[in-house]
């Protein structure tokens, strides 16, 4: 029998994830995958393990768990109150999860996703090349109590390393790109957009979240008569109120709605991540910068494992103290040494 991992207590929004399913968008479906693909890579990181390997997606609020053997485990995302057996535990970090210990993850300090990865990954049957879940499809399901979730093999053996990252969990700066229908949109609008901050609304999951400027909607003329078209996650629609919405992971595969910009692949965990009420201000950049920014984020993915460190943790919190070597070569002094 496989490993497996238990799910005790289920958040209200607890779904598995990877990177989803490019390619389907003549048949309707969007690519899905993790709202936080960063989290996603730094997760592998940590593990030493493929950036596509699924892992636990936890909207807002984690639960509790409990694996059947020794597994390792690393915390990313959102950070969350995390404890093992009532110990508490590093976020952005791994960890090792005795067997039957009880893995208990709370809500979010920061942030919206946060993610529970697994050394060998969860093992489901794969559907479209994927495991993810994608319920704006249909595909896959909320987790839920009970639950026994497959683990695959882990060929990993490394734990206690932690990962430095950058605070994109309380808005910030987004770049956006022009899309199709941005030059309908008066300059006084394009400035005021650049200008003034929006607001994540209440309004929010993983197929758009609802923004809310300062100053009121954006408003065009014509706005009605675009044609549906394809759009894909980071474009802005603006509805017929003036309010826009960055489409994410789950959004559909057409609309009509006209669209103001398009945010950088690269931008997009920090919109996903924003709590409601954060702020966000947009930055257009040309399609030149764009390539680059897209290109350095990309490089900067694929070098997380060079940040990795080891967790330095304080002797006085170690339960398990006497069971690590911490000073190699040494011995207890009473051993029968030959020649001695």
């Known amino acids: ?64 768990f409990q694996a059947s053997e020794d597994t390792r485990i690393a915390l990313t995302g959102a950070p969350m109150r ?13 960890h090792r999860l005795p067997a039957g210990a009880r ?26 090349g994927a495991g993810s879940a994608h319920l704006s499809a249909g595909i896959g399901a909320l987790l839920q109590d009970g639950e026994a979730l497959a683990i695959g093999t882990d060929k990993g053996r490394e734990t206690n390393r932690v990962i430095d990252i950058e605070d994109r969990f309380q808005g910030g700066e987004v770049r956006l790109t022009p899309s199709f229908q941005t030059h309908l949109f008066g300059k006084a609008e394009l400035g005021r957009l650049q200008s003034e901050p929006l607001h994540r609304a209440a309004r929010a999951n993983r197929m758009g979240v609802a923004l809310i400027p300062d100053g009121g909607g954006y408003h065009i003329e014509g706005g009605r008569n675009v044609v549906s078209e394809i759009v894909l996650p980071g474009d802005i629609q603006v509805t017929g109120d003036g ?51 897209e290109h350095a984020d990309a490089q900067r993915r694929a070098e997380l494992g060079k940040h990795c460190r080891p967790l330095i943790r304080d002797p006085h919190l170690m339960r398990d103290l006497l069971s690590y070597n911490l000073i190699g070569g040494m011995v207890a002094g009473n051993e029968d040494i030959e020649g001695i």
């Open 103 to 128: 893995l208990t993850i709370g809500a979010a300090t920061a942030g919206c996703y946060g993610y529970l990865h697994v050394g060998g990954g969860f093992a489901p049957d794969p559907f479209l």
């Open 243 to 293: 309010t826009p919405f960055v489409l994410m992971v789950e959004c559909q595969t057409t609309g009509g709605y006209p669209r103001i910009g398009t945010v950088l692949p690269c931008d997009l965990p920090r919109v996903a991540q924003a709590p409601a009420g954060a702020e966000l201000r947009f930055r257009f950049v040309d399609l030149e910068e764009a390539v680059e920014l």
């Open 82 to 94: 995390v404890t093992i057996d009532g110990e508490t535990v590093v976020w952005n970090a791994s």
């Open 1 to 64: 029998m496989s490993a497996q991992l238990t799910i005790l207590r289920a958040g209200p929004s607890m779904t598995l994830q990877d990177m989803g399913r490019p390619g389907h968008l003549a048949l309707g479906l969007s690519c899905g995958g993790a709202s936080d693909r960063l989290a996603l890579a730094e997760g592998a990181a940590l593990l030493g393990q493929p950036t596509d390997t699924l892992a636990l997606e936890m909207a807002a609020l984690g639960g509790e």
